[in-house]
Every structure is written in C-alpha cells, then in structure tokens.
C-alpha cells in the first residue's frame, strides 16, 4: 500500500474521523464503522486532507492532463481550495480551482444571461476546459451529476478526467447496484478514492488496530453489501 494512504487511515483515526462500532446510515443499514470528514474542521486538519487528496491526484494524473479542480457545493467547495494549495506548494502542479454556488449570484457582476458569473466561483470555466472533480464521498451521486448539468450549461466540450473521493465504501445501493460504478457508466468519469475500506480492513488489521471480531463484523457487513469484486474476495 502505496505511504500516503497509509499515513490518510491514519489521519482518520487520529482526528476520530474513522469510528469502528454500530452506526445506522441514511439508508438505513447498520453499518460497523463509520467516516465523517466533518471532523477536518480547523486549519490544520483541512490543510492536511488537501494533501491526501492532493498525493493521490499528483500519483494518478500527469500534471497536463486537467486545468481545474472543482468542488460541488456544499462539501466540495473546502476540498477543492485545499486540494490546489497543496497541489501547488507540495508538488509543484499549480492549478485552478472553482465551485458552484447553491443558488444564484443576483448582485455585482451577476447579469441575467451570464451563468458563469451566476453560478461559478473561481477559476473560469471555458470550452474545452479539462476538469478534475473532487468530493467527500459517493452515495447516490446526486451532487456530482448536477454539477456537471451545471458546467455543461455553461461550456462546451468540456473533458472530465475524472472524480476523486476520500473513502469508498465499495457497497452497491438498495437496487443491488453499484452508484459508483451506475456513475462511470453514465457519465463516462472514472471515479477513484484516496482509499478503500478493504485497503482500511486490512491496514488496521495488520498494524494490528481491530481485533478479530472487529474485523469479522467489517467483513460480514461487505460480503452483505459490498459490489461483487469484494464479495469475491471475501468468499
């Protein structure tokens, strides 16, 4: 497992942003650990997520292949500042970064017919922009498809290279279904994350952090809702 993944569980562990217990999810599963980036929540701990997301951009993309890192509103919008500060000041990659706003801008620069100026804030979004969206998590991806309505409304031919989150959960949704992968299929962005919860099973469990009941209950949890490639795995 590649240093900066490692160093991110262990992030998660010492900001308590990784919980391991019974936690019931949006959906309605109960689940045996538990992620919350909210608990970045101060200079330090934001600054440090933007490195983590930072490292595993510099380590999957060439520096050519986007001109802007974008961050849907509400989450994204820390995320992609973050993330470009560290890009530029740790590897030397300086890009733009932009969000969108949740309503639109009705004062200053605002004009009815501009949606750029009503909708973006940050770097301009022009045609043929290369684009490399970030978030927290992945649930039913309702955000990202309406970000990128959004951007397309607003530019044309635009190329997304891809869609960074901090944690994949690898389950598929109440349909069976992979979001993630419902995602890629539809929209043609590869999504990828800092880590996985298996690269975070077996982290905790060789660094020795979980017992072996912790560990079964994780793992049973993932052979009920985890996507097939995992289930496999596990059987």
């Known amino acids: 497992m590649e240093e900066y993944k490692q160093k991110f569980i262990e992030f998660l562990l010492d900001k308590e942003a990784l919980k391991i217990g019974e ?3 949006k959906s ?28 595993k951009i510099a380590d999957k993309f060439d520096s050519e292949e986007f001109d802007i890192v974008f961050g849907p509103a509400y989450k994204g919008i820390p995320l992609s500042v973050t993330t470009t500060i560290s890009l530029s000041s740790d590897f030397g990659i300086n890009k733009g970064y932009s969000f969108n706003r949740k309503e639109p801008k009705g004062h200053g620069e605002a004009t009815k017919h501009d949606r750029q100026k009503n909708w973006i804030v940050g770097h301009k979004i022009e045609d043929g922009s290369k684009i490399l969206i970030i978030d927290d998590v992945f649930t039913t991806g309702g955000t990202k498809y309406e970000a990128i309505d959004l951007l397309n409304s607003i530019a044309d031919n635009l190329h997304y290279i891809g869609l960074i989150i901090a944690v994949d959960r690898e389950e598929v949704g109440e349909d069976g279904k992979s979001a993630i992968k419902q995602f890629e299929e539809k929209t043609g962005i590869p999504v990828d994350s800092i880590v996985s919860i298996s690269e975070i099973i077996n982290y905790l469990w060789d660094a020795k952090k979980i017992t072996a009941s912790d560990k079964q209950r994780l793992e049973e949890y993932l052979k009920k809702y985890g996507i097939e490639e995992v289930k496999r795995r596990l059987i």
Do not use: H, Q
């Open 23 to 25: 936690f019931k999810l």
């Open 28 to 55: 309605g599963r109960i689940s045996p650990y538990f992620v919350n980036t909210g608990m970045f929540d101060d200079g330090e701990s934001i600054g440090k997520l933007g490195y983590f997301y930072a490292a």
